[in-house]
Nanobody, 115 residues
Framework: VQLVESGGGLVQPGGSLRLSCAAS????????MGWYRQAPGKQRELVAR???????NYAEIVKGRFTISRDNAKNTVYLQMNSLKPEDTAVYYC??????????WGQGTQVTVSS
């Protein structure tokens, strides 16, 4: 099983990025998918989550700016990030988990918001 994030990079404040998490070895449609982030010196935190049924929830600090979506045909989950702020700087990880406590993590992608 492999989850591979991509799409990170350096962006100016107010800019946008779209992260992708492509899976191999599992069918993402059967899993709840989450995007997490970890800034230096801080704990990893949930950013957004989408269930296998399509229900979403977001951390308060990203509501209205970030959108999680999934393309089951491509076995990929996305995180559209708009109006980025310097405090969004972190390594972003995707996670797949199911009702049987099975979970998988990607290796992370760096997002840096700076002028």
């Amino acid at each position: 099983v492999q989850l591979v994030e991509s799409g990170g990079g350096l962006v100016q404040p107010g800019g946008s990025l779209r992260l992708s998490c492509a899976a191999s070895g599992i069918r993402l449609s059967l899993y709840t998918m989450g995007w997490y982030r970890q800034a230096p010196g801080k704990q990893r935190e949930l950013v957004a989550r989408i269930t296998s049924g399509g229900r979403t929830n977001y951390a308060e600090i990203v509501k209205g700016r970030f959108t999680i979506s999934r393309d089951n045909a491509k076995n990929t989950v996305y995180l559209q990030m708009n109006s980025l702020k310097p405090e969004d700087t972190a390594v972003y990880y995707c996670k797949a988990n199911n009702d049987f406590l099975v979970e998988y993590w990607g290796q992370g992608t760096q997002v840096t918001v700076s002028s």
